[in-house]
């Protein structure tokens, strides 16, 4: 019999949403911007609201993207290391964008 996977339970839920302006910000679900974490398992709800705009989030392991040219709701879990991390929009990186830091975990 095959083995199971253990997922690891996700510390927080966070929100990230660009557009419909140039807006673009990642929150807590008690919409308190994100400075810092502690590294761990996290689920991200991205609103892109714009086709001129996309949330493009990187960092140690981690590069997710909506598309520039198409509005979406994105769901994904991932596993934040230790580091520093940004969230852009490609089309206009000089004005939307932001970051946080992740410190080890426990």
């Known amino acids: 019999m095959p083995s199971a996977t253990a997922t690891p339970t996700p510390k927080a839920t966070l929100k990230g949403r660009v557009g419909p302006g140039a807006t673009i910000s990642l929150e807590t679900v008690n919409g308190k911007p994100v400075k810092t974490l502690v590294a761990g398992t996290y689920v991200f709800e991205v609103d892109d609201l714009s086709e001129s705009h996309n949330f493009h989030l990187s960092g140690p392991?981690?590069?997710?993207?909506?598309?520039?040219?198409?509005?979406?709701?994105?769901?994904?879990?991932?596993?934040?290391?230790?580091?520093?991390y940004t969230f852009v929009c490609d089309a206009h990186t000089d004005s939307m964008h932001g970051s946080f830091v992740v410190s080890g975990g426990s």
């Open 61 to 84: 392991g981690i590069d997710e993207k909506t598309e520039v040219e198409a509005t979406a709701t994105d769901r994904f879990t991932r596993t934040l290391k230790p580091g520093r």
